[in-house]
C-alpha cells in the first residue's frame, strides 16, 4: 500500500467467487481513487456484473478483500447503501409518480439529502419537474435514474451500462450528465459495451478477462500495454509505385493501390525517418500524410481477442 | 365492489329473515360483504400492487436505497391496511343506514380481531400470491380465480348455497369462511366455534407470512 486509504474509494484485492463449482473470479485485483471516472471493461462472462454486484454489496464473495469507502459491502451494507448511488440497467418508476415527486420521496430515504433544484440541475431535467415519468422520454428515463441515484448525495455512484440502446443524441447527453457527475467530485465506477464510451469518460480502465483484470490503467497506458502500434498513412507516391524509389528499410510499409501504411511503436522516429526518406528521395510533401494514435479499440480487441491462450 | 354487491344482495333480500331461523338476512350478508372487502382489498390488490412493483422494477430500485426492506413492505402493507380499513368503514355505514344492520355492543371486540387478523392474513397471503405470480398481469387473474370460488362456497354472497358436506369441511379449514363466520358473529350470535375460527385464520396467517418470506423476489 503505498497510498493512504482515504485516496482510494474502491480498493479490491485477490478476489475470488465461484458458483457451485465454477470459478468465475480468481483473483481481481484493482484500485479506484476518489474523484475519478474508472471503467471496468471486457466480454460478457468475464465477471463484470458479478464484480460490480459484490462492490454494491447485493451478493457475498467466496474470497478476498474488497473496501468499498472504507466499508466491507459484505456485512456493512446498511452504511454503504447511504453513500453510494447506483443506476442499475433495466430498472422501472412507480407509474403514476411525478418527476419532481419521485426525486422528493428518493431524498427522504437519505440521511443527508442533496437539495432538489440541484439534483434536476445535474440531469437536465429541471424543466420535466412537473412532468409525468411514464411521459418522459428514454435518454429523459436514464438521467432521471441518474437523479434518484445522486438523490442521497453520494460519494461513489456505480454505472451499469448507462446509455445501452440509445440514439447519439441522447447518448450525448447522458455523457453530459455523467461529466456534471465527475465534476460535482463524484467517483464513478462505469461498466459499458462502448468503448468510445470509456475512452471519452474514463480517467482509467480495467480490463476484466476469465476472472482477472488483464490491465488497467489510463486509455493511453492500456493502449501501449497491449502494443497496439501507431499508423502512419499517406498517398504512395508514383515513384514508389512504380518502383523506382525503395522504401527505407527501418520501417514497415505495406502499400495496398494508393495508400501507403506505415505502423510503428515509435510515431516520432519514424515520421523523422519518413520525411527524411521523401526529402532524400526528391518526393515532395507526403500528401494526405496522417498520424492516428492506437483507439481503446484497437487495444481492446487486441487484448481480448487477439489471444491469450 | 364490495359497496356495489352490498347494495345489490341487500335489495333482495334484506328485511326478510334468513330460511330456516329468525335471524334478519342483513345480520349475516353485511359482515359477509365485509369479509369480502377485506379479501378483496387485503388479498386482491396487494398481491397485485405488489406484482406491479416488481414487474416495474420499482422493487428492485427501493433495494439500492438504504430503506431497509423490512420497512418498505411495512409502509406498503400499512397503506393497505388502511384502504381496507376504510373500505369495511364504509360497507359497516352503508349496511347501517340502508338495511339497519348494527354490530351487538359485545361483538365489536370480535369484529375488531377479525378485522385486525383477516388484513394480516389475507394480506400476508397477498404478498405470497406476488412472489407466486409470474407476472404483474397474471396476478389478479390468480388472485380472483383463487378467492372467487371460495367465496361462494363458504356463502359469502349467499348463506344458503349448499355443498357438499366434504366440501363444506375442506372450505371450513379456509380462511374465508372463517373471517365471514368471527364478523357474522359480531352482529348477531351464530351457531359455531369463534375460537377454532380465529385458530384457522391464525394458521393460514403464519403459512401466508412463511410463504412470502420464503418466495420474495426482489426481481
Known amino acids: 500500500m503505498t497510498e493512504p486509504t482515504s485516496d482510494l474509494a474502491i480498493e479490491v484485492c485477490g478476489l475470488r467467487m465461484s458458483y457451485g463449482g ?74 403514476q ?87 460535482l467530485g463524484k467517483t464513478i465506477l462505469l461498466t459499458t459495451h462502448y468503448l468510445d464510451e470509456a475512452e471519452r469518460l474514463a480517467d482509467r480502465v480495467a480490463i476484466l478477462q476469465d476472472g482477472r483484470v488483464q490491465t488497467v490503467g489510463s486509455v493511453r497506458q492500456v493502449a501501449r500495454q497491449a502494443g497496439v502500434p501507431t499508423t502512419i498513412s499517406f498517398t504512395a507516391p508514383h515513384a514508389l509505385r512504380r518502383g523506382s524509389v525503395a522504401m527505407p528499410g527501418c520501417l514497415h510499409v505495406e502499400v495496398s493501390g494508393e495508400l501507403a501504411v506505415c505502423r510503428t511503436p515509435n510515431a516520432a522516429v519514424a515520421l523523422r525517418e519518413l520525411l527524411a526518406w521523401a526529402a532524400a528521395n526528391d518526393l515532395g510533401d507526403l500528401d494526405d500524410l496522417a498520424v492516428e494514435t492506437p483507439t481503446l479499440e484497437d487495444a481492446y480487441l487486441r487484448l481480448v481477442s487477439g489471444g491469450t491462450r | 365492489m364490495p359497496l356495489a354487491l352490498l347494495l345489490l344482495i341487500g335489495s333482495t333480500t334484506a328485511g326478510g329473515t334468513v330460511p330456516g331461523t329468525h335471524v334478519k338476512a342483513q345480520m349475516i350478508f353485511v359482515p359477509s360483504i365485509l369479509a369480502f372487502g377485506v379479501i378483496v382489498a387485503a388479498y386482491v390488490n396487494l398481491g397485485a400492487k405488489l406484482a406491479t412493483l416488481r414487474h416495474d422494477g420499482v422493487l428492485k430500485r ?30 359497516a355505514v352503508i349496511g347501517w343506514l340502508a338495511f339497519g344492520a348494527v354490530p351487538r355492543v359485545g361483538g365489536l371486540a370480535e369484529i375488531a380481531g377479525g378485522l385486525i387478523l383477516g388484513v394480516v392474513c389475507f394480506g400476508s397471503l397477498g404478498l405470497a400470491l406476488s412472489s407466486v405470480a409470474r407476472s404483474a398481469e397474471s396476478a389478479s387473474p390468480i388472485a380472483n380465480a383463487s378467492y372467487l370460488p371460495v367465496a361462494i362456497m363458504s356463502g359469502i354472497f349467499d348463506p344458503t348455497f349448499s355443498v357438499p358436506g366434504w366440501l363444506s369441511a375442506a372450505v371450513g379449514l379456509l380462511p374465508v369462511r372463517a373471517l365471514a363466520q368471527i364478523l357474522q358473529q359480531g352482529y348477531t350470535p351464530v351457531e359455531h366455534a369463534p375460537l377454532s375460527d380465529l385458530l384457522v385464520l391464525l394458521c393460514w396467517a403464519v403459512a401466508g407470512c412463511a410463504l412470502a418470506a420464503w418466495r420474495f423476489r426482489w426481481h
Not at chain 1, 484493482?30 to 462472462?45: A, H, T, W, Y
Not at chain 1, 411521459?135 to 428515463?141: I, M, N
Open chain 1, 22 to 95: 465454477r470459478q468465475v473470479l480468481r483473483g481481481v485485483d484493482f484500485d479506484v481513487r476518489s474523484g475519478e471516472v474508472f471503467c471496468l471493461l471486457g466480454p460478457n462472462g468475464a465477471g463484470k456484473t458479478t464484480t460490480v454486484e459484490i462492490l454494491e454489496g447485493f451478493r457475498p464473495r467466496t474470497g478476498g478483500s474488497v473496501r468499498v469507502l472504507g466499508l466491507d459491502p459484505a456485512d456493512q451494507q446498511g452504511s454503504l447503501r447511504e453513500r453510494i448511488g447506483i443506476v442499475l440497467q433495466e430498472c422501472g418508476f412507480p407509474r
Open chain 1, 97 to 183: 409518480a411525478r418527476v419532481g415527486e419521485l426525486v422528493n420521496i428518493w431524498r427522504a430515504y437519505y440521511p443527508a439529502p442533496r437539495p432538489l433544484d440541484e439534483l434536476l440541475a445535474v440531469v437536465e431535467l429541471t424543466s420535466e419537474r412537473d412532468s409525468q415519468v411514464r411521459r418522459l422520454s428514454g435518454g429523459q428515463r436514464r438521467r432521471l435514474d441518474f437523479a434518484l441515484a445522486l438523490a442521497g448525495d453520494p460519494d461513489l455512484v456505480f454505472l451499469d451500462e448507462p446509455t445501452t440502446g440509445f440514439d447519439p443524441e441522447s447518448r450525448r447527453r447522458c455523457w453530459a450528465a455523467i461529466e456534471n457527475l465527475r465534476s
Open chain 2, 62 to 91: 427501493i433495494r439500492t436505497t438504504p430503506l431497509p426492506a423490512g420497512a418498505y413492505l411495512s409502509g406498503v402493507f400499512g397503506s393497505t391496511a388502511a384502504t381496507t380499513l376504510a373500505i369495511t368503514a364504509c360497507t
